[in-house]
């Protein structure tokens, strides 16, 4: 039996919340969906009140607790899923285009675990990074738009190499340090090249002159080619060591 005020009215029954839906302890309608969903929509069943969908996506958190009628005797408690989509909990390391999107990306991750996307509920003001989403509400201060891989200030550059959130850009002088460096070391490489092809170059052409000098002096002294051989010799022995043959 109930008691409504003094009177005792009828007999009151304890029934299940049908399929995902759960309720507050000592309430007649079940108003909440269990852990794991969200409510998705609003339901005029004779018990169910919400209708619930999966909160299947990885990076979310589908768990929330509501208390009521705390007293110093103690108080109802429950733990069940979000009100709506728009207040699911993304994880962090994770990101959404929107508080209405059902898709979640991952992001990326430094190797210490840093990560400019720094999840919650809130999804931001939709219209900061282009107009009708943007997801910043879960980025790190000074980042936003997809990922949270855009930088808030001009200043700054997201670096996806190492630190994966947004850095200080290098200053003029560290710019231009840079390519003088490298001119520096490309134009010394160039000169030993140089230099190393010049004296090649001198010591082939030495070579080949003095061989021509050997076949013209062995036809003009064919008889006396002993003399001429032992000549071209000992020159090429005084101007670098090459052999006679």
Same mark, same amino acid.
């Given at each position: 039996m109930g008691l409504v005020g003094s009177q005792l009215v009828?007999?009151?029954f304890c029934t299940t919340c049908p399929r995902t +839906? +759960? *309720?507050l302890p000592g309430t007649s309608a079940c108003t909440f969906c269990k852990e794991g969903y969200y409510? *998705?929509?609003d339901d005029d069943g004779d018990v169910a009140k919400v209708? =619930?969908?999966s909160c299947t996506e990885e990076g979310a958190s589908c768990s929330e607790t509501t208390t009521v009628g705390a +007293? +110093?005797?103690g108080a109802n408690t429950l733990t069940h899923g979000p009100a709506s989509l728009a207040t699911i909990r993304i994880m962090p390391d994770y990101w959404r285009l929107s508080a209405r999107s059902t898709i979640l990306s991952s992001c990326l991750r430094a190797a210490d675990g840093n990560s400019s996307c720094v999840g919650g509920n809130d999804a931001g003001d939709e219209d900061e990074f282009s107009p009708g989403y943007t997801g910043s509400g879960y980025c790190k201060k000074g980042h936003t738009g997809p990922l949270c891989q855009v930088c808030a200030t001009s200043d700054l550059y997201f670096d996806t190499l190492e630190a994966m959130? =947004?850095?200080q850009c290098p200053s003029a002088s560290d710019r231009i340090s840079l390519p003088l460096g490298f001119i520096g070391s490309l134009v010394g490489l160039m000169l030993i090249v140089t230099f190393v092809v010049k004296r090649f170059a001198l010591c082939h052409c030495l070579s080949l002159t003095l061989h021509l000098c050997v076949l013209? &002096?062995?036809? &003009? &002294?064919?008889p006396s080619g002993f003399v001429a051989s032992t000549f071209v010799l000992r020159r090429q022995r005084r101007v670098g060591g090459w052999r006679h043959d």
């Amino acid at each position: 039996m109930g008691l409504v005020g003094s009177q005792l009215v009828a007999e009151v029954f304890c029934t299940t919340c049908p399929r995902t +839906t +759960t *309720s507050l302890p000592g309430t007649s309608a079940c108003t909440f969906c269990k852990e794991g969903y969200y409510k *998705s929509d609003d339901d005029d069943g004779d018990v169910a009140k919400v209708k =619930c969908a999966s909160c299947t996506e990885e990076g979310a958190s589908c768990s929330e607790t509501t208390t009521v009628g705390a +007293t +110093t005797v103690g108080a109802n408690t429950l733990t069940h899923g979000p009100a709506s989509l728009a207040t699911i909990r993304i994880m962090p390391d994770y990101w959404r285009l929107s508080a209405r999107s059902t898709i979640l990306s991952s992001c990326l991750r430094a190797a210490d675990g840093n990560s400019s996307c720094v999840g919650g509920n809130d999804a931001g003001d939709e219209d900061e990074f282009s107009p009708g989403y943007t997801g910043s509400g879960y980025c790190k201060k000074g980042h936003t738009g997809p990922l949270c891989q855009v930088c808030a200030t001009s200043d700054l550059y997201f670096d996806t190499l190492e630190a994966m959130e =947004c850095v200080q850009c290098p200053s003029a002088s560290d710019r231009i340090s840079l390519p003088l460096g490298f001119i520096g070391s490309l134009v010394g490489l160039m000169l030993i090249v140089t230099f190393v092809v010049k004296r090649f170059a001198l010591c082939h052409c030495l070579s080949l002159t003095l061989h021509l000098c050997v076949l013209a &002096l062995n036809s &003009l &002294l064919a008889p006396s080619g002993f003399v001429a051989s032992t000549f071209v010799l000992r020159r090429q022995r005084r101007v670098g060591g090459w052999r006679h043959d």
